[in-house]
């Protein structure tokens, strides 16, 4: 079973680094970084802040344009193309095709980091070199951990693009889809303390139903911020590891849950 | 036929490009004489800006710090003064983007520069500061800026003190934040909080130099509250204000006058403080 979803894995992967709109998304990350190295003197003494918040918005954008654009159409084109009927003829069940295109999507969306964060650590250095005493609060632990966290943020949203790709039958849904959930999950959390703050209260006439609902969406949809440790990186705060393993096992349990109902839903549909 | 049509399309494109130069023209123009007066814009309250900035809050606070800086410096560069309107912005643009971020130092280091100096706005600033002080908290350079608001400002020397001697306790503060908190103490009257906080600076210390200096300050301090003690004995039996400091010497006040470690003179002040022509400074006497 591991050996066909890793094959899979392997031919997703493959299609997904021919993909020219990689190419495009490379550039608009090198741009980003470039910009980075032409505006960091802008700054009064922050440097290094500004530098590795300009580094991880690249590295974290890029990773939305790659799973949004590419992602999407990876998981979609067997089902649009109606190739979808050759692969399931091959000894694989539904579930380890959903397994397999995910993994496959992990290893595009992993390459494509990996990549941005070169030119991303090269940029810092360059920064660093150019501007020796404004780093003093910089750690590169805590900007590779920043990474890692952008890198489960993606894996997360992969998740969510095969779950809807199992659901919907054209790609167009599941991008909309997929880009609400990440909008929803990445600003819940500011509304949710908003909304329990005196302040608001006072100025918001919130009804109990807008706060169970926000609860239930709070269950339903991730809550993406619990990933985002650029401000800490940025200022080289210490992170505490109880912080990292919940963050670290909330995303992972999610992703699987998703996954495995995905697997479910997908055995269960018909393909014309 | 192919060539005709294009040859059509590209009249077509002919035509059309003196009026785009035109309106690329006009269009920078209106542009440039807008920007000349650079007014006020809206700013997205900090609860809604936190959640547009969609997971990228720290850019969003960069941007928005660079909206401030291009902001003052085209009012300056324009030599155009900034209106209570202008000031009320750049004070809620650095509120804002402080809540975006509030590890970021430069909006406070702005915050310091130009809304005490510039626009006078001291309580804005300190409640400024205060908030980095809050998130950086082993910086010392905050509350040291909110105790020199208070004390160079504001005169609340007392407060000034506060703040220094928070600063002072700070990893990485200068050597001198001590001796001057313990100054600013006694200026603002409160003698014994000077006192005591050079004893616990003097324990926590381990620099012979600093230690040198600190013991000179504290005993100056202790001698000021000696005579200031004394002093407050003979208002309360006699009823009346000493001519001179000795005068407590001949009463039987004080068997003798304490020297300042300064090399000074003791002093009354007119409101009835004890101090000395050195000003408790090394190498000064009047």
Redesign the interface.
Known sequence: MVQRVWALSLVTCKEGIRDRSLYGIFLFALFVLGLNVAVAG?????LG??T???N??AL?FAGLLLVFFIGINLMAKDIDKKTIHLVLSKPFSRGEYIWGKYFGLLLVVLFAQVIVLLFSCATVACVHAMYPGYFTSFSWPVFFIAAFFIYLQQALLCAIVVFFSSITSTSFITLIFSMASY?VG??LE??VF?LRTQ??TEEVVASATLHHTLEVVTWLVPN??AF?F??EA??G?ALEWSRLWTSCGYGVLYICILLVLASLIFKRREFN | MMPQRGKGLWLVVVLLLPFYAYLHMGSWTQRAELRQAPTTSFLVPSQFSRVLACGYKGLLADFQFLRVLTFYGDRSANQQPLSTQDWDYFRDSIDVLTDLDPYFYDPYVLTEGLLTWDAGRFEDANTLLAKGARYRRNDWRLPYFIGFNNFFFLKDYAAGAEHIMAASRLPDSPSYLPTLAARLAYYGGKSQTAVLFLKQMLAENSDERLAKRLQLRLSALERAALIEAALQRFRHEKQRDVENVKELVTAGYVQQLPEDPYGGQWRILPNGRVFSTSKFVQGKKE
């Open positions: 802008f700054f009064m003494r922050d802040k500004v590795v918040d300009m991880l918005a974290s909008i990445i600003s500011e509304v908003y302040a608001a993406f911020a985002d650029k401000i940025a200022h705060l």
